[in-house]
């Protein structure tokens, strides 16, 4: 890859000194004096350079134009080598029939082309860290598509590249043009005197790693390949370079104040700004103040349509009015302080990797509104220029980030980090600069981030004062230095919420510098990332928002993460699951760290966006215990409720009794209103148990979803009661090596349940562990016990708990009948702990009930039990398979003790395999919360369940099978069906990333006393 300069020394190419043990110096200690025998130095050396890309014209705004362009998207030929130093100087830049040439996609990422493998890490580099060399072992592609240029093309015309990764040469018609650096960013070249009319080639070497890599070592796969658009563009002789907007709106005047920059070759442009719908007609450079401006913001994103004109060219740009300042700590568009809902967002595509088409970009940002989402974080790049349209139009407050994360170096005490090292500081401050510039002219930009998880250093002090210089219009974020010396905000990562709290009330633990400290406090907070989103859960989502409305200096979060990165493989049964670290034969990988996402990687829902969804609603509506009506508080920022519909209805027995809708006057943002409901709506409901929820739907169609598409909701039940246990009538029967009581019958020398009816039972056991989740299986920040949960759970045994019997007896019943008990000691081999379960079985003849009662037992340094327990309830394993599940209580996706906030109290019928969460790695999931009555369709007949609120979860394998599991096709059903019964359950936290269970979620272990019944009627 001959792109940079060269020199005889290999050293001096890369940017390395020759100081004293220098690899220069080495070599003239040893071999001096030397000859060069390497053939493949110079493009060793110039993947080893740390140089911004060379050749490539000024960064610039995106632009739409009236200019001619001519897509290379398409079908190009393609080769792959093992190395650079594999790679043939065989003249193939010059295209041709080429028979060692296949085909390839462009834009693609070619490991998911079946070329390579891809490769997954989180924070260690997949090669050794000696910056800035890069491995031997380092994939490189050769692409060249051909293509005919147009007289349209002439005289000038510009190459551009939307993104290669990592580092690309480009030649046209054999000419070298130059070289890419910054993967995520645009490169354009001046192909102006080589490109000729008809047939031209236009090549491009595309190495999976070079020294860039060492600044791209963001939480995601390495996807080698030009997987962004590429494309021809004339420059017509008086055409626009660049375009900078500046559309301030005055809140107090409700004035926009105008200017548009417009420049050709680095000066002034002569250029006239129109904005038809406003009758406007403006010089470029000329400011004007415009009376009666609609201000953009993400509830309300209103757009004027305008162009920037010049003789030879005209841009279309959407010019959204808005002002972005801090005061009194205080992050504020347009003099009003806003709330951030917001989430973290990768690109990624289970077939295509990075590629990701437009139209599932838009279908993503269209689920994202439709669960209350108004903000993204551009996680850990700029993303394809498409997106901040869509954003702009749609309305979403972008964090848009620079192409930077050096976090490989921080297990090496961050020694050798490029943000710290001179040599890097051009490339870095040019990769900052193609950020801000490309997308200036967003109006959804609200702040610009130096990049992520890059440590310390004068580079990053140098990126802020460029951009500040360029764009002092918006705030500068980046959280990796905590002292916020070169930032506007300040921000942290999985801050846990009581640390939340100090820093929303101003009382955090101060900073050594007096100064610095005082300017921080000055800031608002963001939490950039938190409630990591992996596997089951996040947990504690609703304690975080409660701070944010409590205290104006938070801002608000966006969630790690949107999307799960899985990458799809299809089982030999046809059936298509999700793959992670690990899978592809990884030297290094960070499993499944990588599948941690509000949504998998089709853009399905998990329970996680659903419950989020209701986190962040933006009303509040507290239906009163009466029914006489409901208080609405609106939480929007800037939109009234006179786009919305409240609708209620009511519903008893899971039948709809009753329902309308309700007048509701437009209430302002931050106001709150109480509104009346329909007199006698309880009385109406009569005694059956019984459901009033309140809907706040939209009244029109949007850009994002249909009209009635719902906003927001509150609810209350009455007449909810748990029933009663039947009356203890039957009597204890000896039949054989069985006893029966009423339809049950148990072994009578163990005294495990084996039949309910007709159906087989293979035993009904207390359970206190689950099959961890990802956030069990996380270390939790900040606990005095390292070890993971999962981990204090297997050192106890909690998974290996077996009963001994202690004895069987009957004893009369208080309705006449007898009870039968069972009472066993559960405990672990090796362990002086364990507990007590004693289960005392009744019948009126046609149910039969169970009374469980739990006592630890034992002790551990006269402490009792050393570990939290996950849950306190039984598995009843069932003889049948299940079909369907009917439930009373809450649904219809699963909920946990620190989750579920998007569920409601509901009649719900669900076939078995739609219980189940399919996370792409098998772990605890499907519980359904607060049931008081459920049905289970069986292939031997109906079983009932009823009792005090219970958390329900109903599988076709075991356990066993769940905990063994690594990747969804090793759940294979067994014909039986596996039901647990949870008194009691662990939250799920985030400790997966972040802080653990919130001590009111937590289950320390301790005695318990639940009751359930059991019914059972015989298929026809």
């Keep these: 890859m001959p792109v940079e300069p060269t020199t005889s020394s290999l050293s001096s190419a890369a940017g390395r000194g020759a100081g004293p043990g220098s690899e220069a110096a080495v070599r003239q200690a040893v071999h001096a004096p030397e ?41 190009w030929k393609f080769r792959l080598h093992a190395g650079i130093r594999q790679a043939p100087h065989d003249g193939w830049q010059s295209g041709g029939d080429r028979p060692d040439f296949g085909d390839l996609p462009v834009p693609s990422s070619w490991p998911m082309h079946g070329h390579g493998t891809p490769w997954y890490t989180n924070v260690q580099f997949p090669f050794a860290v000696e910056p800035p060399h890069v491995p031997d072992a380092n994939p490189v592609g050769d692409l060249f598509v051909e293509f005919e240029a147009g007289p349209e093309y002439f005289p000038s015309a510009l190459i551009r590249f939307d993104g290669i990764e990592s580092a690309g040469t480009v030649w046209l018609n054999g000419t070298l043009l130059g070289t890419t650096r910054g993967s995520r960013l645009a490169h354009e070249f001046d192909a102006t005197g080589v490109l000729v009319p008809g047939r031209n080639v236009l090549a491009v070497q595309v190495a999976q790693f070079s020294a860039a890599s060492y600044v791209e070592d963001q939480d995601m796969w390495w996807l080698p390949g030009i997987f962004r658009d590429v494309t021809l563009q004339a420059r017509p002789s008086e055409g626009l370079d660049d375009v900078f907007v500046h559309a301030d709106y005055d809140h107090r005047s409700g004035e926009g104040i105008l200017r548009v920059e417009a420049s050709r070759a680095g000066q002034p442009a002569a250029a006239v700004v129109r ?28 757009l004027y349509d305008a162009t920037v004109s010049t003789t030879g060219e005209t841009a279309s740009v959407q010019l959204g009015f808005r002002t972005i300042s801090i005061e009194d700590a205080q992050f504020k568009v347009n003099g009003q302080r806003i709330l951030l809902r917001g989430v973290n967002r990768h690109e990624h595509h289970p077939k295509l990797g990075r590629v990701v088409p437009r139209e599932v970009m838009e279908s993503e940002l269209r689920l994202m509104k439709q669960h209350n989402i108004n903000a993204i974080r551009t996680s850990h790049y700029p993303p394809h220029p498409d997106f901040l349209a869509l954003a702009d139009q749609l309305g979403f407050y972008v964090v848009l980030e620079c ?43 609200v702040m610009w981030s130096l990049g992520n998880e890059a440590g310390t250093g004068e580079n990053l002090a140098a990126m802020s004062s460029w951009t500040k210089l360029r764009d002092p219009s918006r705030p500068i974020h980046y959280e990796g230095d905590w002292s916020s010396a070169h930032v506007d905000v300040y921000s942290r990562m999985y801050a846990s919420q009581a640390e939340t709290e100090l820093i929303g009330r101003g009382v955090e633990p101060p900073l050594d510098d007096a100064d610095l400290d005082a300017r921080r406090r000055a800031m608002p907070f963001v939490l950039c990332e938190y409630v990591h989103a992996m596997g089951n859960g996040p947990g504690g989502m609703s304690e975080y928002q409660e701070l944010f409305h409590r205290h104006p200096r938070l801002m608000g979060g966006f969630v790690w993460e949107w999307l799960e ?15 992670y670290g690990g899978d592809f034969g990884e030297e290094v990988h960070d499993g499944n760290f990588v599948t941690d996402g509000l949504v998998d990687a089709n853009r399905v829902p998990r329970p996680g966006l659903l419950d989020f969804k209701k986190v962040i609603e933006p009303l509040t509506i507290d239906v009163a215990a ?26 008893a027995d899971g039948v709809t009794v009753d329902g309308g809708p309700v007048d509701v006057a437009p209430v302002a943002p931050h106001e709150s209103a109480d509104l009346r409901l329909p007199a006698g709506l309880l009385e109406r409901a009569g005694l059956a148990p019984a459901v009033l929820t309140v809907r706040a739907v939209l009244k029109e169609d949007a850009a994002w979803v249909d009209a009635g598409h719902e906003v927001a909701w509150g609810q209350k039940s009455a007449n909810v009661r748990v029933a009663p246990v039947p009356a203890a009538t039957s009597a204890v029967q000896v039949d054989g090596g069985l006893l029966r009581l009423g339809p049950a019958a148990f072994d009578r020398a163990t005294g495990s349940l084996v039949r309910l009816g007709d159906t087989a039972v293979e035993g009904l056991r207390l359970l206190l562990w689950r099959a961890p989740t990802d956030n069990d299986l996380g270390a939790e920040w900040g606990s005095p016990d390292p070890r993971p949960v999962a981990t204090q759970w297997l050192d106890a045994g909690l998974n290996r708990m077996h009963a001994r019997l202690v004895g069987i007896s009957s004893r009369p019943a208080a309705g006449g009948g007898d009870e039968l008990v069972v009472r066993t000691r559960v405990a672990a081999a090796g362990k002086q702990f364990g507990v ?74 669900l076939p078995l395999k739609d219980l189940d969460v399919e996370y792409v790695r098998p772990q605890e999931s499907g519980a359904r919360s607060g049931v008081y009555s459920a049905a289970l369709e ?24 769940l905990e063994a599991a690594t990747h969804r096709p090793d759940l294979i059903p067994d014909g039986r069906t596996y039901v647990y019964l949870d008194h009691a359950v662990l939250g799920v936290g985030t400790a997966a990333c972040g802080p653990g269970v919130l001590e009111g979620y937590r289950l320390a272990p301790r005695e318990a006393d639940f009751s359930l019944v059991f019914g059972v009627t015989q298929s026809t």
């Design 626 to 651: 009466d029914w006489s009506g409901f208080s609405l508080t609106n939480r929007f920022d800037f939109a009234d409720t006179s786009g919305l519909e409240f609708r209620y209805s009511v519903e």
């Design 938 to 961: 069986l292939d031997a007949g109906r079983l009932t369940i009823g009792g005090e609120p219970f958390a329900l979860t109903v599988r076709p394998y075991s356990l066993a099978a």
């Design 35 to 75: 000859r060069i025998l390497d053939v493949a130095a110079e493009q060793v050396a110039a993947l080893a350079s740390v140089a911004p890309p060379r050749g490539t014209t000024p960064a610039r705004a995106y632009l739409v134009s009236d200019a001619p362009r001519l897509p290379l998207n398409g079908v």
């Design 403 to 445: 192409d930077l994360e050096t976090h490989g170096f921080e297990q090496g005490g961050w020694q050798q980090n490029p943000s710290a090292d001179p040599q890097w500081q051009q490339a870095l401050v040019d990769r900052m600069s193609r950020t801000v510039e490309r997308d200036k002219n967003h109006a959804s930009v």
């Design 565 to 579: 990165h899985g990458i799809t493989r299809t089982a030999p049964d046809g059936q298509e699951y999700f793959v």
């Design 836 to 909: 007590l379960a004693e289960y005392a079985w009744t019948s009126d003849g046609s149910s039969v009930s169970v009374r469980t009662t739990v006592t630890p037992d034992g002790s551990w340094v006269n402490a009792g039990w050393p570990v939290p327990w996950a849950r306190i309830g039984v598995e009843l394993v069932m003889g049948s398979a299940a079909k369907s599940v009917e439930w009373f209580g809450q649904g219809p996706h699963h909920s946990y003790p620190d989750t579920g906030q998007g569920t409601r109290l509901g009649w719900y019928d």
């Design 275 to 302: 904005i038809p719908e406003l009758g406007l007609e403006v010089p470029a450079g000329e400011e004007r103040r415009l009376p009666g401006i609609e201000p953009w913001s993400a509830e309300l994103p209103r």
